[in-house]
């Protein structure tokens, strides 16, 4: 998702599932303004919501970002025939300790109170 996809959203609002775990933070004041001018424009989402949102959007960017480094190993060939190699870079990685995390945390999950997770 992007920020304009997210902003759509916000817009007709919309709930995502949410984990046990509660993470704090202390914001910039800065940010904590631009959070709280978001709530005003937003009044059906809460901070926590926003703030939560964001950060999945902003960790989306972060994992298309992450470098391409091209392996020796073929993986799959693409429309043209030319081979596609597999990626030795920091991004197979992340994935697959995003899934173990996810997996574990599934347990874990928690009704959507409005809380941030």
């Known amino acids: 998702m992007d920020i304009r996809s997210l902003l759509e959203e916000w817009n007709q609002s919309g709930a995502a599932r949410r984990t046990a775990r509660e993470y704090r933070l202390r914001l910039p004041v800065h940010d904590a303004a631009r959070i709280a001018a978001l709530a005003d424009m937003y ?3 809460t901070e926590e919501q926003l ?6 959007v902003a ?3 972060l ?3 992450l470098p391409y480094q091209q392996g020796e190993r073929v993986i799959a060939e ?3 025939g030319d ?6 870079g920091p ?6 300790l995003t899934r173990r995390h996810a997996a574990r945390l599934s347990h874990l999950e928690a009704p ?3 809380k941030m997770a």
């Open 43 to 45: 009044p059906r989402k």
């Open 51 to 56: 703030l939560a949102e964001l950060l999945s």
């Open 59 to 61: 960790l989306d960017m």
């Open 63 to 65: 994992e298309a970002a």
């Open 78 to 80: 693409d429309e043209q």
């Open 83 to 88: 081979p596609v190699f597999e990626d030795i």
């Open 91 to 96: 991004t197979p990685c992340f994935l697959e």
């Open 112 to 114: 959507d109170d409005g």
